[in-house]
């Protein structure tokens, strides 16, 4: 029977026993729910065990599938740490970089500049990530290197801040405050916004200044993926938004107003990283970008 179980089906089971719908569980595996429900049968024939009860309103496991759950997903743990250990082991010279949309391409050149001279074995793929992952693929493994906006959702990552903004409001030409010079966040907490899709999370919960909402749910008018979606939808009035001071000059818009907001903490871009997956390439670029941060201004003068 071991021969026959492949990990396949166990993340195809691992994944229902967390859903517990077979169309939602479907969507997170990116295959169609009659394949999955064809899969989950298979493993049922091949263990000899019933492992979800469903009817036409819910789906549960059963007591068979509940106590071995603990198992497969240990056992897949297991697996996982060993194809981590082994993409850091086997060294191809390509490193993959992700950056946030908006964290400027023109800063990620000015890390990488000199590569090719300095580090001839090593090429990068860069990959531009919009904001319904603002980890710019150090999540899903789909980066080995990123330039990102903190704070994201990922535990153990290393981190250098490689630039410093300020806060300001997008707002509509017509929004009665698009005439001021600068605004406090508290005079815009009841205004709609536009958000970042609920994938983003603590950073989506981070730019709707939630913690300066003092338990007060917001007022959400739309939720927008780029800034150009985001500015478009500010520009008819639909809401505003907060962002960053470097989009006053890399996304100036019909439209639209950037106004300053003066009592925010400072926004911070980093250079960000898990350092227990990186190759020996990746830990040769990293140093190779730390080495060409531009230098920041005295934050405490």
Excluded at 110 to 136: C, K, R
Excluded at 169 to 191: K, M, N, V, Y
Excluded at 251 to 280: C, K, M
Aim: proline share 6%.
């Amino acid at each position: 029977m071991s021969q026959n179980v492949t990990l396949q089906l166990l993340r195809y089971f691992d994944a229902l026993s967390r859903e517990l719908n077979y169309r939602r569980a479907a969507e997170t595996l990116y295959i169609s729910q009659p394949a999955l429900s064809a899969a989950i049968r298979q493993l049922e024939q091949l263990i000899g065990a019933r492992l979800f009860d469903r009817d036409t309103r819910s789906v549960t496991l059963t007591g068979f599938g509940t106590e071995w759950l603990p198992s497969v997903r240990s056992a897949l743990r297991g697996v996982d740490a060993a194809l981590d250990a082994a993409s850091t082991l086997v060294d191809r010279g390509h490193v993959r970089i992700g950056y946030l949309i908006g964290t400027g391409a023109d800063l990620l050149f000015q890390l990488i500049e000199g590569l090719e001279a300095e580090l001839p074995g090593i090429t990068v793929e860069t990959i531009e990530h919009n904001f319904s992952d603002p980890t710019a693929g150090l999540a899903a493994g789909t980066s080995d290197v990123a330039l990102i906006r903190p704070p994201v959702d990922v535990l153990g990552l290393e981190m250098a801040v490689v630039a410093e903004e300020t806060w300001v409001a997008c707002l509509p030409r017509t929004h009665r405050l698009a005439e001021r010079t600068e605004l406090r966040i508290a005079e815009l907490l009841d205004e709609p916004i536009v958000v970042a899709p609920s994938s983003a999370g603590i950073w989506r919960d981070y730019w709707m200044a939630l913690d300066a909402r003092q338990g007060r749910p917001a007022v959400i008018a739309a939720e927008a993926a780029t800034y150009e979606a985001e500015t478009m939808l500010v520009s008819t009035g639909i809401g505003v938004s907060f962002t960053t001071s470097s989009m006053v000059r890399l996304y100036v818009r019909p439209g639209i107003r950037f106004v300053p907001i003066v009592d925010r903490p400072i926004s911070y871009t980093a250079l960000a990283w898990n350092p227990e997956r990186l190759s020996a390439s990746a830990r040769k670029l990293v140093q190779h970008m730390l080495d060409r941060v531009p230098p920041r201004p005295d934050a405490g003068q």
